[in-house]
């Protein structure tokens, strides 16, 4: 079966970065778009970024210019370089794959950013 492992989250003081990583298995990851999702407290889940299987990128308005999703197809693995980081980006973070109702979800990694 499908799983996503996230990891990489922690505590960060404001203006400080985190890469977060996605370890996919069960998939054709190559084949597959790639995306990570954040929830805040009380919040919405929110799309935050994702990654074509061409490697094309979309990003949310408010961490354009401060992350950056890439892949690498050999390790079955995506990543979120986080860069600048505020508290409005405290968060638990998920990885997905594929799309609706084909997709598949990681358990999240806390991300913590102290002002």
């Known amino acids: 079966q499908v799983q996503l492992v996230e990891s990489g989250g922690g505590l960060v003081q404001a203006g400080g970065s985190l890469r977060l990583s996605c370890a996919a298995s069960?998939?054709?990851?190559?084949?597959?778009?790639m995306a990570w999702y954040r929830q805040a407290p009380g919040k919405q889940r929110e799309l935050v970024a994702l990654i074509t299987r061409d490697g094309s990128t979309n990003y949310a308005d408010s961490v354009k210019g401060r992350f950056t999703i890439s892949r690498d197809n050999a390790k079955n693995t995506v990543y979120l370089q986080m860069n600048s980081l505020n508290a409005e980006d405290t968060a638990v973070y998920y990885c997905?794959?594929?799309?609706?109702?084909?997709?598949?979800w990681g358990r999240g990694t806390q991300v913590t950013v102290s002002s």
């Open positions: 997905k794959s594929g799309n609706y109702p084909y997709d598949s």
């Open positions: 069960g998939i054709i990851f190559r084949l597959n778009i």
